[in-house]
């Protein structure tokens, strides 16, 4: 039987500590939220291998729980404190949020697909609040925000996310073609945004972020 307690500490100490996740209080909560209470019933034993794990599809969606060092660090650079409004959108089972609610954060979960979001409302309880309805629209009544998360590559700037930012507020998501993706940052400053590339990384496409195709000739 494996000992999933054993497991957090390990990708703690040897995925996280060694891709410059360096605050304490993120790897006191990756160390804390059992990642195994996240992902498809039977697929337990996988939950804490160093690779994106696919959660489905369902209505053309490709869900997934990016890989431990990835949303840690995703989640570090969004510098997430008690009592700040955070957005997770594509929240799959809701492991992101589930992390930033533990951090104490105030968290909504997007979720498109009717079956993930109730399992997220179940797996969530109340430490979040669990809306269903497109992704790309965002959480409009809930926001504005101080942190948003995107579970998925993004093929076009989020501006509807954007807009529910406040200001001082960040957005990270996996943004770019799929060979040349980037985690970015997005900064609100005024009706201004900034966006600064952190490091390579690879996820599948949100189809609601999809940049239209081009003419073939």
């Known amino acids: 039987m494996i000992d999933y307690a054993q497991a957090r500490r390990m990708m703690v100490d040897c995925q996280l500590r060694t891709f410059d996740v360096n605050d304490n209080t993120v790897l006191d909560a990756f160390d ?19 690779q994106t794990l696919n959660l489905g599809e369902a209505d053309g969606e490709t869900r997934c729980m990016p890989a431990p060092m990835v949303v840690a660090r995703m989640i570090q650079a969004l510098r997430v404190r008690p ?21 104490g954060a105030q968290v909504t979960a997007l ?25 790309a629209d965002g959480a409009p009544e809930q926001g504005p925000f101080d942190v948003i998360l995107i579970n998925g590559r993004v093929e076009v700037r989020p501006q509807a996310l954007l807009n529910q930012l406040k200001d001082d507020g960040r957005l990270i998501c ?10 970015t940052l997005f900064v609100r400053a005024g ?5 600064r590339p952190l490091f390579d990384a690879s996820l599948p496409n949100l189809e609601a972020f999809a940049a239209e195709a081009g003419f073939a000739f």
């Open 174 to 183: 996996v943004f770019g073609p799929h060979r040349n993706a980037k985690v």
């Open 83 to 103: 009592g700040v409004a955070a957005l997770d959108v594509a929240t799959g089972y809701g492991y992101a949020a589930a992390i930033m609610a533990q951090l």
């Open 191 to 195: 009706d201004a945004f900034g966006a």
């Open 32 to 50: 804390t939220v059992p990642r195994e209470a996240f992902v498809p019933k039977g697929r337990e034993p996988f939950a804490y291998i160093d």
């Open 111 to 135: 979720e498109s697909v009717p079956d993930l979001a109730a399992a997220a409302r179940t797996r969530l309880g109340a430490s979040a609040q669990v809306i269903e309805g497109p992704i």
